[in-house]
């Protein structure tokens, strides 16, 4: 066959693949979506995933299905998502392990954020500071200025090291020049709770709604949060961004594709996700769960993604951890 005949059927091919991938992109949706949860039923990242997803498909011509698949913290349902085609009608869901534990830990093998494409961030579950009532602190810089004034004095419970929250209270040792005595605890706010209440701790790191009982009963005191947007269900804990510090920690919730998604789909996906977001539902929804609905859009979300990657890995790398 001569040579040209081969080059012509050649780019008639590529003309047609690069049609027929045109036309898919343009006409997505074309069966229902697919969100995989990587993590069991019944969480907090599955109902609000859920929640969103319910009121997303609203502007959609197909359904959007929610499947759990947990394990590998979070790494095995990702993972699935990865192999998944790159059409937009796979999805899942990144937290904090996800972007922190699972890359440093390298826990995975073939596990890459590379290998995602990030379609928003919904919400934000920042970590706080809570105190005991019988610890006598009614604010952050009480707090501050009773550890400064005696290094080791004030005890503060965490989960344990690499944890956001352990990483939080040795960033703000570092940014405040408090020095704290710090307890870790690996059953997390249970655990933190009950040494608040017998008073074998003063304070304690993780989010507001997982002590939300004991802060409506007068028990706990928040104080803070480490965030730079008002927790619309706390409004009398401030974020530490009203009192001139950047200290950001805690978990969230980030919408992702496949790596290679057509442009055009995660267009639609980002705009139907963005109008379920911004709905009086999901707002009053999300205020009574204790979490902070927190967008940004598919391009800015890559680089914030990028930049609490680094600064952490940066932060562990500084700690040996």
Same mark, same amino acid.
């Given at each position: 066959m001569p040579t040209h005949t081969i080059k012509k059927g050649l780019i008639s091919t590529l003309a047609a693949l690069t049609l027929a991938s045109s036309v898919a992109a343009e006409d997505f949706p074309t069966r229902d979506i697919r969100l995989i949860v990587p993590w069991s039923a019944g969480g907090g990242t599955d109902g609000i995933s859920r929640k969103i997803s319910n009121l997303a498909e609203e502007q959609l011509p197909v359904s959007i299905y929610a499947e759990n698949i947990s394990g590998a913290v979070s790494a095995t349902g990702l993972t699935q998502m990865m192999r998944a085609r790159p059409d937009g009608h796979t999805l899942s869901v990144l937290t904090y392990d996800s972007v922190i534990t699972v890359p440093r830990s390298q826990l995975v093998p073939g596990y890459s954020l590379d290998k995602m494409k990030p379609i928003a961030r919904i919400t934000q579950e920042a970590d706080a500071i809570v105190v005991s009532k019988r610890s006598g602190v009614?604010? #952050?810089?009480?707090?501050?200025?009773?550890?400064?004034?005696?290094?080791?004095?004030?005890? &503060?419970?965490?989960?344990?090291?690499?944890?956001?929250?352990?990483?939080?209270?040795?960033?703000?040792?570092?940014?405040?020049?408090?020095?704290?005595?710090?307890?870790?605890?690996?059953?997390?706010?249970?655990?933190?709770?009950?040494?608040?209440?017998?008073?074998?701790? !003063?304070?304690?790191?993780? /989010?507001?709604?997982? #002590?939300?009982?004991?802060? !409506?009963?007068? !028990?706990?005191?928040?104080?803070?949060?480490?965030? /730079?947007?008002?927790?619309?269900?706390?409004?009398?804990?401030?974020?530490? /961004?009203?009192?001139?510090?950047?200290?950001?920690?805690?978990?969230?919730?980030? *919408?992702?594709?496949?790596?290679?998604?057509? !442009?055009?789909?995660?267009?639609? *996906?980002?705009?139907?996700?963005?109008?379920? #977001?911004?709905?009086?539902? #999901?707002?009053?929804?999300?205020?009574?769960?204790?979490?902070?609905?927190?967008?940004?859009? /598919?391009?800015?979300?890559?680089?914030? &993604?990028?930049?609490?990657?680094?600064?952490?890995?940066? *932060?562990?790398?500084?700690?040996?951890?």
């Open positions: 009614t604010s #952050f810089e009480e707090l501050i200025k009773t550890a400064k004034a005696k290094p080791g004095s004030v005890r &503060i419970g965490v989960m344990p090291e690499g944890s956001g929250p352990y990483l939080a209270a040795r960033r703000l040792e570092e940014m405040t020049g408090a020095s704290f005595n710090i307890i870790t605890y690996p059953g997390a706010a249970a655990a933190e709770s009950e040494a608040l209440l017998s008073g074998e701790i !003063d304070a304690a790191i993780a /989010s507001l709604g997982d #002590f939300a009982g004991l802060i !409506d009963s007068g !028990d706990l005191l928040g104080v803070v949060e480490f965030s /730079s947007e008002q927790n619309p269900s706390y409004p009398g804990v401030p974020p530490i /961004s009203d009192l001139g510090m950047n200290l950001e920690s805690g978990s969230f919730i980030i *919408l992702v594709a496949p790596a290679n998604t057509p !442009d055009e789909a995660i267009q639609t *996906l980002e705009t139907a996700y963005h109008e379920a #977001f911004a709905s009086d539902e #999901f707002q009053e929804w999300v205020a009574q769960v204790g979490v902070t609905p927190s967008w940004l859009g /598919s391009e800015e979300v890559d680089e914030w &993604i990028e930049a609490r990657q680094a600064e952490t890995f940066a *932060l562990m790398d500084e700690l040996d951890l």
